[in-house]
């Protein structure tokens, strides 16, 4: 499970490099444009810091080293990944249960990781930011768990949600954060913050399901 | 990415290495060439040498691509600390700390740092830390920029080259052996008192990031930008020096109580790339647009003060005077790259 | 060409309204920010505020567009007087003579400047008319730039950013009350001491030209430059900033007696629109070149001392020290845009 | 006499203006970019001391006043000029004489124009200035003097000596000015300073020829 969240983890890392030019330009047109280097620069230091760690390091450990990690690149974003990640290290901890209890424990730690974010940010969805993308996903894991115990359909409607909602955040006004003084000027693009999210997610989900099934 | 053997590949050409390392690399050419006056503490906090006596300390800090702010305004009579950023990206909270704990000597420790999510949010983080352990820490927010929000949501506004002024006033105040409470009036008061307004002409580029900051037409102009390559509030045609001193000066002055019978202090700042020619040609429209209107102007500073790395264009930073505000501008200070 | 009503109409995007007042309206500005320093003396000499005592004369001057040269450097402990001419052309016979007389006060005055032919010719013209009104006049010129001339004809180089290094030596000198004679021989011992070499990543535009000073590819510089968006000696490939400095300093160190052993200043001039990102950067770069080559550096200067309008790029000059010239540098220094 | 000078300086001026452009991209080919700009604030110089002479003013004034209005300049340019102009003042002090008089005293007045810049500057012809247009600009005036009287055919040959002349800079190689630091990268366009000097003749002499016949 440690070496499975190892894999999903660093493959989220190497989606964000590839990415780095896109969110630079997400970033750029209504804010500071550093979004693209600074989630670069959190990939690279979460290397890093998984490099350091023993093999044989707890899930929820490893989140919490991962949730320094992003604290160290700073800016807005630092603070609210480490939170976030941070809440999700204690639903890790128990460890993994099999079947619906996974499914159960990912949506709790989804929700923690909201949690923790608006209680930092206080944006509420709707205000172009990351919660456009992050919300999204904890419902869907919501709905999902309430209706089927599949993990893995679970998760790729979580994501393909977080992915619609990132793109809906196209056609709203920035209220929070850096691109909040533009008003109606920063409608058009996506916001860079809800993009690098549903990248992540989906890169963690496309390399979780690659490991347990030999593809990886 | 460019490697350190290769050149930076983006769109501006810049003399850097491996865009990872600039601002490491930047620090340690920084605190090599001002060790006279600065040391680095851990790898992104800068710091005057310490005086031995007990005085209240002046943090400030914020995102790299402002130089000379912030490590720039640590000094005698100014700054004790300085937390530093990835490029336009607010300092860790560890870091921020580090600057809190370097400047504390027991009678307290002000905070004053532009007005962003990101940079509330890390400081905001270092500033609970540092209280637990004891240390009585207080926060003036810059939020001089009045192109980031309304008049009626005043909190919301950004800091720009206003930060140059509060961190002045504040850091002389700290440095006659004020008290914290002191020392915290003094910033608000300077705050109050100021407001600035900038144009784009040109973009600037984030060190790795591979593309500008925003594209603007050859005959155009971003009013009401901040210092982070971010889009002006409007876009207009490309005006004369006398024109767009026009615009922000009026700008300015119709965010004040009254605009006109004020006593002055008149900051022309450039974002970067602008030359020192067109800043003083800047700097008289701007003066004649004040006086005209009633006011004197009886402090003047221009220059490159929180720039946006290589943009081009400039900021009019205006801070209504009294006789104190007057004092702690004109007191001695002995910063890198402040010195009175 | 552009009325004062329209902005500028050229390549590059300016703050400046009629480009043939552009020189005046900067003067007027300059003088209004720095009344408490200087004063402007007819049109185009910018003077300090007179002492009384009698002291040796400098006199700095050149064209326009190398703000914060050389009005900048008038003031206590350097320059007297700085003659200021069109841009990027030296100063008038009679703006010259001007200088000499405002700098004049019995005991000698001593010119520096770049070494141009049009400030050659003009300075020449008004010190012979100053030797006809009876003031003893020398005249030292400044040939840092290894660049414009090979090592057998050194006296025909041109004067770039070592002219911060001379005028503070040789105004420091003067404020000391020292002999002309003695002030003469800091100031040519200042230069000879002293090597630069630059690079230019981006051209800059002469206002009202309508053109760029010269093209260069995406992904090339210009190495050797001057300081008027003349091309360089050649072209080369976009270097990271340890490349760079490498290829300059190893440069300026073959030009020197020795290339190792030395105790020296390092001054790292941005040429205009390069940030103070890169310029520390290349400060680090370039220090420890000048280390591993076994020369010490006591003296550090990393700013815009000399520039070229809004070019991008940078140069950087080494000076060779003894006890004296350390001194010189270390004495205050009062101008409006030169503190010690 | 005065009148017709008048014209004359004030034609050139208009076509130093309309070939700011061209010579400040000439000047900063090789040097510093600022010879169009220079000369037009020349040609205001000019026209401001112009106006404030009387018209009944001698030609030798009239120079004199242009000479100082070009020293006012700056730059290499300003006290070059200013010294041949100075030195072409004395030449005139006489006054017309008419047939080959003139063109003897335009002769003389242009030879100490030549000598005036050389003893200040120290080029000589090939250096890549403007001596390069006006060294032939004086010979053909000599030649002209010696084979025939016609004024206009003499200052016509001169005028295209100095277009040749200036011209032929274009293979020549910087020796002295700015450009000089350029070494062989100055070859390819023509010098500034000797392109500028054949834009005032020619300007001069159509306005001389054009005053006289009535098309001016
Ligand atoms: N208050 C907030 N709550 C939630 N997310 C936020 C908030 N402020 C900013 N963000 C997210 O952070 C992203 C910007 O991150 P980044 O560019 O790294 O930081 P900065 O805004 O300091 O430059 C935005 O696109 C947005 O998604
Ligand atoms: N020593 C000299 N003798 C004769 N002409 C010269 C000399 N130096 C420069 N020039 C002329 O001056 C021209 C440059 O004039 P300008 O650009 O106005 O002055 P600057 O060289 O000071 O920028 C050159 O093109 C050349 O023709
Ligand atoms: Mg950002
Ligand atoms: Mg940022
Ligand atoms: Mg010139
Ligand atoms: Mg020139």
């Known amino acids: ?216 | 990415m460019t490697s350190g053997a290769g050149p930076s590949r983006g769109v501006l050409k810049k003399l850097i290495n491996d865009p990872f390392d600039a601002v490491d690399e930047m620090l340690d050419g920084f605190v090599a060439a001002h060790a006279d006056v600065v040391r680095l503490i851990g790898e992104r906090v800068v710091a005057r040498h310490q005086t031995g006596r007990p005085k209240v300390g002046l943090v400030i800090g914020g995102g790299s691509g402002h130089e000379p702010a912030f490590a720039g305004y640590v000094g005698a009579g100014l700054a004790d600390a300085a937390a530093v950023g990835n490029v336009f990206a607010a300092p860790s909270p560890d870091a921020c700390l580090e600057a809190i704990r370097a400047a504390s000597t027991g009678v307290g420790v002000l905070l004053s740092y532009g007005n962003y999510t990101g940079d509330v949010l890390n400081f905001g983080i270092a500033a609970g830390r540092a209280v637990a352990e004891g240390i009585d820490v207080r926060t003036v927010l810059v939020t001089d920029d009045v192109a980031s929000a309304p008049k009626a949501e005043i909190d919301r506004r950004r800091g720009i080259a206003g930060d140059a002024i509060v961190f002045k006033c504040a850091g002389a105040m700290a440095e006659r052996g004020a008290t914290l409470d002191q020392v915290e009036r003094v910033a608000l008061a300077a705050n109050a008192a100021t407001r600035s307004m900038g144009v784009a002409l040109s973009p600037c580029e984030v060190p790795g990031a591979g593309r500008l900051s925003f594209e603007v037409a050859d005959d155009q102009i971003e009013i009401g930008l901040g210092i982070h390559g971010e889009p002006g509030m409007r876009r207009g045609p490309l005006l004369t020096a006398d024109a767009t001193a026009q615009i922000l000066v009026d700008t300015i002055l119709g965010d004040f109580e009254q605009p006109s019978g004020n006593d002055v202090a008149l900051l022309v700042n450039g974002l970067g790339a602008t030359s020192h020619l067109d800043l003083y040609i800047l700097y008289r429209a701007a003066r004649r647009v004040l006086e005209d209107a009633g006011n004197t102007v009886s402090r003047s500073m221009v220059g490159e003060y929180v720039t946006s790395l290589e943009m081009a264009g400039a900021s009019i930073t205006v801070t209504r005077l009294d006789d104190e505000l007057k004092a702690l501008l004109d007191d001695p200070a002995r910063a890198a790259r402040m010195i009175r």
């Open chain 1, 1 to 216: 499970m440690s070496d499975a969240l190892r894999i999903c983890v660093l493959a989220a890392a190497d989606a964000l490099d590839a990415a780095r030019s896109e969110l630079g330009i997400l970033d750029g047109a209504a804010g500071d444009g550093d979004h693209g280097m600074t989630m670069s620069i959190g990939a690279r230091n979460v290397r890093r810091r998984l490099q350091a760690l023993p093999s044989d390091t707890s899930p929820g450990d490893l989140l919490r080293a991962i949730g320094l990690a992003m604290a160290d690149v700073g800016g807005a974003i630092g603070p609210l990944y480490s939170a976030a990640i941070g809440a999700m290290a204690a639903e890790l901890d128990q460890g993994p249960a099999g079947g619906n209890a996974d499914l159960a424990r990912l949506h709790r730690a989804a929700a923690a990781a909201e949690t923790a974010i608006v209680d930092l940010g206080h944006a509420v969805p709707g205000d172009k930011t990351l919660i456009d993308a992050l919300h999204p996903f904890v419902l869907a894991l919501g709905t999902a768990e309430a209706s089927s115990p599949d993990l893995d359909a679970a998760v790729a409607q979580a994501v393909d949600a977080s992915a619609t909602g990132a793109l809906s955040t196209a056609d709203m006004v920035a209220r929070v954060g850096r691109a909040s003084r533009l008003g109606d000027r920063s409608r058009g693009l996506p916001d860079a913050g809800a993009t690098s999210f549903s990248i992540i997610v989906r890169a963690m989900a496309d390399a979780y399901r690659g490991a347990r099934t030999g593809h990886g």
